[in-house]
């Protein structure tokens, strides 16, 4: 079993930044895939950003070049990093994991919200 918790989110103005956090336990957090979807109200859960045990990264057409993926498997924890908000990345961000041989996972969500 494996339990993701976040943290991080909240309130910030345009143009503003914030970092968000997801901290795996109940597993070998380094084979894995790590990901970060966004659902904003009315909307479709969708893709922020993704990145692999080996390292490769891939970030969505909307956030490319604001936002930023990586991981610490020494701490089990992967980070967003949102540079240069925007009102339309208001969301409840959930963090994901695939875990080898165990299966996926969801963190409970952060709100974000950019106010303009």
């Known amino acids: 079993q494996v339990q993701l918790v976040e943290s991080g989110g909240g309130l910030v103005q345009a143009g503003g930044s914030l970092r968000l956090s997801c901290t795996a336990s109940?597993?070998?957090?380094?084979?894995?895939?790590m990901a970060w979807y966004r659902q904003a109200p009315g909307k479709q859960r969708e893709l922020v950003a993704v990145i692999t045990s080996g390292g490769s990264i891939n970030y969505a057409d909307s956030v490319k070049g604001r936002f930023s993926i990586s991981r610490d498997n020494a701490k089990n924890t992967v980070y967003l990093q949102m540079n240069s908000l925007k009102p339309e990345d208001t969301a409840v961000y959930y963090c994901w994991g695939s875990y080898s041989g165990s299966g996926t996972y969801w963190g409970q969500g952060s709100q974000v919200t950019v106010s303009s």
């Open positions: 109940g597993s070998i957090f380094s084979r894995n895939t």
